[in-house]
Nanobody, 125 residues
Framework: QLQLVESGGGLVQPGGSLRLSCAAS????????IGWFRQAPGKEREGVSC????????KYADSVKGRFTISRDNANNTVFLQMNSLKPEDTAVYYC??????????????????WGQGTQVTVSS
């Protein structure tokens, strides 16, 4: 079964940090660009960051630039999102998604083939 599983979410105070992980099972992540998305209650899903299959290209939403870092460990089939200087407005369910390397870069939303179930991030004092 092809799956993406996110982990690492939780409750953190403003200014704190979390590291999200996205692990793949049933397929090899190194052939896929990976995107991180988030959705807050009552808001539309928002692209946060993405990384190319090789890891050589990364992109960030303006709202997280300078605070979040995406990286990947293809040997361990995992992608990470390091989130620093967290703000209450970062509160959302965070999802990772995979787009085959033959897709455009950055992938369009429709090119993401696999999605995880999401992990909750809450930033609150």
């Amino acid at each position: 079964q092809l799956q993406l599983v996110e982990s690492g979410g939780g409750l953190v105070q403003p200014g704190g940090s979390l590291r999200l992980s996205c692990a793949a099972s049933g397929f090899t992540l190194r052939y896929y660009a990976i995107g991180w998305f988030r959705q807050a209650p009552g808001k539309e899903r928002e692209g946060v960051s993405c990384i190319s299959s090789s890891g050589g290209n990364t992109k960030y939403a303006d709202s997280v630039k300078g605070r979040f870092t995406i990286s990947r460990d293809n040997a361990n089939n995992t992608v990470f999102l390091q989130m620093n200087s967290l703000k209450p407005e970062d509160t959302a369910v965070y999802y990772c998604a995979a787009a085959h390397y033959s897709s455009s870069y950055p992938p369009s939303l429709a090119e993401y083939n696999y999605w995880g179930q999401g992990t909750q991030v809450t930033v609150s004092s």
